[in-house]
């Protein structure tokens, strides 16, 4: 009876633990919350001011009292006590519920890169347990996308994601739902905004991440558009220190992003290199190579990759939801795991 009631009690929550954005997922309701993944500090004192949409609004603002940072960068925590920090807003806009039920931890599956090590892991469940989870499930974020964006993983057939997401492109080949081959490089949206920074700053020109950001949105590609476009961008002259504005089109916004694109395009050819021939001719004939993550959305990346390699590509679905999407299907399994967990803890302490 006791175990029925304590079940009742557990709120199940699967999270996207993002470098830009996290995206929670709660059991029987979806998608409940996505919160930009940033916490503003005072930098002697440590002590946390604002997390999320107000951190993010402070981004290149802040006096010299406060900083607002980014706790996960290249797909690991850059900062413990931040992320820790983080995860505790998170929980406290999730659970309002009275005292008594609050004795009962949830449990959580949590979206992790694939390039990240075992300590790297230990310090993302402890940063969850120390914020008030319970069990902690780490789930690699490409199986997650792969699963969201409705691949055969499970499987005895190649399948082949490419997720990029802020700070990390996770290249990955699964096959009875583990990863056969993977690549993670920080070759990723953040990279490509870097990027179109530094091209304007060649040209005299010095703009913020969020108006780069825009440019990449607007105007940005991979390969020729049908029809190319333009904008202005309005900053500071780098050497007058005046304001200025400039005119660019999307031929030089392609130019700037070469470098990052390039990257990505290296990183699946190797993984594909590394594959056998049964699991190539699985993705040569079966669904292609399929793209997730906030910048897989680039103008015409998909098809510069399908080019470049020989294998159809695809953008998924709902490439920005994805990896989230996969995790909540993974939630719906958290009895069986908790289950496996406990079976695999009775044998080791057999041995």
Not at 267 to 291: E, N
Request: charged share 25%.
């Amino acid at each position: 009876m006791f175990s029925k009631f304590k079940n009742h009690m557990l709120t199940d929550i699967g999270i996207d633990l993002g470098a830009m954005n996290s995206r929670v997922f709660m059991k029987g309701k979806g998608v409940v919350l996505e919160v930009p993944t940033v916490v503003a500090i005072q930098p002697d004192s440590k002590r946390v001011l604002a997390v999320g949409d107000e951190a993010r609004d402070m981004l290149g603002r802040t006096p010299g009292n406060i900083v607002a940072v980014r706790p996960l960068t290249g797909g690991v925590i850059a900062d413990y006590d931040l992320t820790e920090a983080f995860f505790r807003y998170v929980f406290g806009k999730l659970f309002t519920r009275p005292w008594w039920a609050r004795c009962f931890k949830p449990r959580a599956v949590i979206a992790v890169s694939s390039g990240i090590t075992e300590v790297e892991k230990c310090a993302v469940e402890t940063a969850a347990h120390a914020a008030g989870v319970g069990e902690v499930f780490l789930i690699e974020r490409p199986i997650a996308a792969a699963i969201g964006a409705g691949l055969p993983v499970s499987e005895p057939k190649g399948s082949m994601i490419v997720d990029i997401g802020a700070s990390t492109c996770d290249v990955a080949i699964i096959s009875l739902a583990g990863i056969v081959h993977s690549c993670c490089l920080p070759a990723a949206g953040d990279a490509m905004t870097s990027s179109i920074v530094d091209y304007f700053h060649g040209q005299n020109l010095d703009i913020g991440e969020c108006d780069a950001e825009a440019v990449k949105i607007s105007i940005g590609s991979a390969c020729p558009m049908e029809s190319e476009q333009s904008m202005e961008v309005s900053g500071r002259d780098s050497e007058t220190g005046e304001p200025k504005t400039l005119k660019v089109t999307s031929e030089e916004v392609r130019e700037a992003l070469k470098k990052p694109v390039s990257e990505i395009v290296d990183a699946v050819r190797k993984t594909l290199k590394r594959c056998g021939p049964q699991l190539f001719s699985d993705l040569k004939g079966g669904v292609g190579i399929v793209l997730s993550g906030g910048g897989s959305q680039l103008r015409g990346l998909d098809k510069l990759l399908s080019k470049e390699v020989g294998i159809p590509v695809r953008l998924a679905d709902n490439p920005v939801v994805a990896t989230i999407e996969g995790v909540g299907v993974v939630l719906g399994e958290i009895d069986f795991l908790a289950k496996n967990r406990k079976k695999c803890r009775g044998k080791s302490d057999e041995m």
